[in-house]
């Protein structure tokens, strides 16, 4: 079965500021998909970058980008300019080929005016 | 529009009653999950069902059920022996095909609360 860990329960950063969340997973699979999902007071999941693992470069959507780590089965997210707006809970998701879909327990992250 | 419905937004189960979550989609999509949510905690798997007629159990399938008669349908069942319902139950669809890992998009229910009276 694969497992996904979050190691961090809880961070803060001050607005503008950069922060990093953490995300390990392990799986035996070479081809897989890895998610960064947001989830705010409303608790709609709300996808914020996807990294396919065939793909060597990491993925980049605005703000938030990815530092892949294929070899370390590593998928941290970095939220650059921090927002008010970004403070929520962030999920790291993994699909592996057979669609079984696993989340990680979850980084609360509160964004500090 | 296309998506996932999920009724009702609340709900109440009395002691020893079975309660059933209902999950809805117009997505064609193969595959849907059920999670359940505790507060302040992550998802956890509790049944997935690939294609129709046909499901696995996740990681805390003791006390639910699910049946997969329609592939636009997937309801879930909170049975008399799940002992502590009380959480926000997801569900989420994957497409476009089944074990095409390309091009997959999750989308997500908003979610039913389920509360013990």
């Known amino acids: 079965a694969q497992t996904v860990t979050q190691s961090q329960p809880e961070m803060s950063v001050q607005e503008a500021e950069t922060v990093t969340l953490s995300c390990t997973y392990d799986?035996?699979?070479?081809?897989?998909?890895l998610f960064w999902y947001k989830q705010p007071p409303s608790r709609q999941m709300i996808l914020v970058i996807r990294?396919?693992?065939?793909?060597?470069q990491n993925a980049t959507e605005n703000r938030f980008s990815v530092n892949f780590q294929k070899a370390a089965k590593s998928f941290s997210l970095k939220i650059s300019d921090s927002q008010l707006g970004d403070t929520a809970m962030y999920f790291c998701a993994f699909i592996d080929a057979g669609n079984m879909l696993t989340f990680g327990g979850g980084t609360r992250l509160m964004v500090k005016p | 529009d296309g998506g996932i419905t999920q009724s009702p937004k609340y709900l109440f189960r009395k002691e020893g009653q079975n309660v059933t979550l209902s999950c809805e989609q117009n997505?064609?999509?193969?595959?849907m999950y059920w999670y359940r949510q505790d507060p302040g905690q992550g998802l956890r798997l509790i049944y997935y069902s690939q294609i129709v007629n046909d499901f696995q159990k996740g990681d805390i399938a003791e006390g639910y059920s699910v049946s997969r008669e329609k592939k636009e349908s997937f309801p879930l069942t909170v049975t008399s022996a799940q002992k502590n319902p009380t959480a926000f139950y997801l569900c989420a669809t994957l497409g476009p095909g089944v074990r095409e890992p390309t091009n997959e998009k999750l989308f997500f229910g908003s979610g039913t609360q389920l509360s013990v009276l």
């Open positions: 990294q396919e693992a065939y793909k060597q």
């Open positions: 997505l064609n999509h193969d595959a």
């Open positions: 799986t035996s699979e070479n081809n897989y998909y």
